[in-house]
């Protein structure tokens, strides 16, 4: 699996937009990007995916640059309960394959 | 829908003994379950990858006799910790995989807080 760079943490006001980006350089070309995050003592939560075009959902939305060495997670609205550490995985599609975390973004979303 | 659950949520238990944990997808069939550890301040570290009806492969390092994997059925995979101890204690979280279109999105329990005195 490719491997992703992410800031170690980022700080966000409530009501503004997070962008949260990751770098993977090196990703193939059935590879997805996938984005987690996880609160603090829960399990990790699914955010969204996407290959190589846009995608939005009632989460967030995930923009990948063209050449797909880089990508952005845009949570619209932040507020104080998106503070969480966020992880950007890619891997290739399908049930079977492993999900490697790396560190994440650790983001405080501030009143 | 793609809900996994875990039990117990924590458990204590005394060096030396065994504990299991459970993890079942709730509203889905899971062909595939992934077995993770935690430790405070630290990523998740993949354990092991469990199959329906064959054997886990563990990642290198993971004891396989130590974290004993079972995957009976297609929503219940079972993890249990042999001989725990102090070392031991870490959060444990299970995944399952969703989706039949090219690429399935895996979904986490709640995780299992093992504490070993």
């Known amino acids: 699996d490719a491997k992703t760079t992410q800031p170690t943490s980022m700080d966000c006001a409530e009501g503004r937009a997070a962008n949260l980006p990751c770098n993977h350089s090196?990703?193939?070309?059935?590879?997805?990007v996938y984005w987690y995050r996880q609160i603090h003592s829960q399990g990790p939560q699914y955010i969204i995916h996407?290959?190589?075009n846009n995608e939005t959902n009632e989460m967030a939305s995930l923009i990948i640059t063209e050449d797909r060495k880089s990508s952005t997670l845009i949570l619209p609205h932040a507020t104080l309960r998106d503070t969480a550490v966020y992880y950007c995985?890619?891997?290739?599609?399908?049930?079977?394959?492993?999900?490697?975390f790396g560190a994440g973004t650790r983001l405080f979303v501030k009143a | 829908g793609a809900v996994v659950s875990q039990h117990p949520s924590r458990v204590i238990c005394k060096s030396g003994t065994s504990v299991k944990i459970e993890c079942r997808s709730l509203?889905?069939?899971?062909?595939?379950m992934f077995w993770y550890r935690q430790f405070p301040k630290q990523s998740l570290m993949l354990m092991a990858t469990?199959?329906?009806?064959?054997?886990?492969?563990?990642e290198q390092g993971v004891e396989k006799d130590k974290f004993l994997i079972n995957h009976a059925s297609l929503t219940l995979s079972t993890l249990t910790v042999t001989s725990a101890h102090p070392e031991d204690s870490s959060f444990y979280i299970c995944?399952?995989?969703?989706?039949?279109?090219?690429?399935?999105?895996?979904?986490f329990g709640p995780g299992t807080r093992l504490l070993v005195l």
């Open positions: 995944s399952a995989s969703y989706g039949g279109g090219t690429a399935e999105t895996q979904y």
């Open positions: 090196t990703i193939s070309g059935n590879e997805y």
């Open positions: 996407g290959l190589k």
């Open positions: 995985i890619v891997r290739v599609g399908g049930g079977g394959f492993k999900t490697i």
């Open positions: 509203d889905f069939q899971a062909t595939t």
């Open positions: 469990s199959n329906e009806g064959s054997k886990a492969t563990y």
